[in-house]
């Protein structure tokens, strides 16, 4: 495995869907996450977090190192067995498992195979100690939630199926049922993003997240909907992405104003106004017809008076 990563990190993704739901909501009907103050819809860390673990178990199948703690199917207990069975194969029984060795010696190294057998806990982190005890860490990449820079406006679509279910079904409906399909007609958001440096090259709590892991990371966040299509997301794509390196493992500069830096700007007929960061929307835009595509949009990066120490990195 490479050294671990000793640069921090901060990044902003902006991604777009059309005709698609990013992210329902199950507590709503699966409508498209939406904050009701604003009407800017969201898609939750999680969410995207499931999109590059997809990616990369599709990427480095069957490479040692890169498996997926949290995989469909997966049983966590059988994964945290694993690194029993590697570090201290003595050890059968389930009773025995429940928690860590008193040994700090033995209980790290166990969460250290963890770490460095699967590329979710090296990265994001994971808590191991659901009934059988392979400890925790936290993760030194952390997404936020993603939000559109521009209120959104979910649509309700009938559709209809010409196959029933059941007899019954057809005898009473002709065969013929109808549902309902959630869409977000076009919307393009914006995430942010971190990576600590001193949780992945800490020699105790570290993970061991290297520089290999993080152009993994970079490869996902560009592709990570490549691989995720589907008739329910519509099309999906990540638009830009935007790298803050910093030339020390604690920062050269605090993330927000980094953030800052970066501004979306909606586009018409060559007139152009600020749209995120919470800037109001200007009365003239009024009359101005929805965005439907990416080029309706323009990303300014302000790269004035640069922070000694910070390099700014387009993809």
């Not at 059988?132 to 939000?147: D, E, I, K, L, Y």
């Not at 007899?167 to 109808?178: L, N, V």
Request: hydrophobic share 35%.
């Amino acid at each position: 495995m490479n050294k671990p990563v000793e640069n921090r990190y901060e990044f902003v993704l902006y991604f777009d869907v059309t005709n698609g739901n990013p992210n329902g909501d199950p507590d709503a009907g699966n409508l498209p996450r939406l904050d009701p103050e604003t009407n800017k819809g969201l898609v939750s860390d999680v969410a995207l977090k499931r999109k590059v673990r997809n990616y990369i178990s599709a990427v480095k199948e069957g490479t040692p190192g890169f498996e997926i703690y949290v995989s469909e199917g997966a049983t966590l207990n059988v994964q945290n067995k694993k690194s029993w069975a590697a570090v201290m194969p003595d050890v059968t029984k389930d009773e025995e498992m429940k928690k860590l060795p008193k040994e700090a010696e033995k209980a790290q190294a166990l969460t250290k195979w963890m770490c460095a057998n699967f590329w979710d806990i090296r990265t994001f982190g994971a808590v191991m100690t659901t009934g059988v005890n392979a400890g925790q860490v936290r993760g030194p990449v952390q997404f936020a939630f993603a939000r559109s820079v521009e209120p959104i406006v979910p649509l309700e679509i009938s559709i209809t199926r010409m196959a029933a279910t059941t007899e019954a079904d057809a005898e009473k409906k002709g065969g013929r049922t109808m549902g309902r399909k959630h869409i977000v007609p076009y919307g393009a958001y914006r995430v942010h993003g971190f990576v600590s440096a001193p949780l992945a090259s800490h020699p105790v709590k570290g993970t061991g997240f290297s520089e290999e892991d993080l152009e993994l990371l970079w490869s996902a966040l560009l592709n990570m909907f490549e691989l995720d299509h589907s008739a329910a997301r519509g099309e999906m794509s990540a638009r830009k992405l935007i790298v803050f390196k910093h030339a020390c493992k604690l920062g050269n500069a605090r993330a927000q104003d980094l953030f800052d830096r970066v501004k979306t700007f909606r586009t018409y007929q060559g007139s152009s106004y600020q749209v995120d960061h919470g800037s109001a929307q200007n009365p003239k835009m009024d009359n101005w017809p929805p965005a439907r595509f990416w080029n309706d949009y323009e990303v300014v990066i302000d790269r004035e008076n640069l922070p000694d120490g910070v390099e700014i990195i387009e993809s």
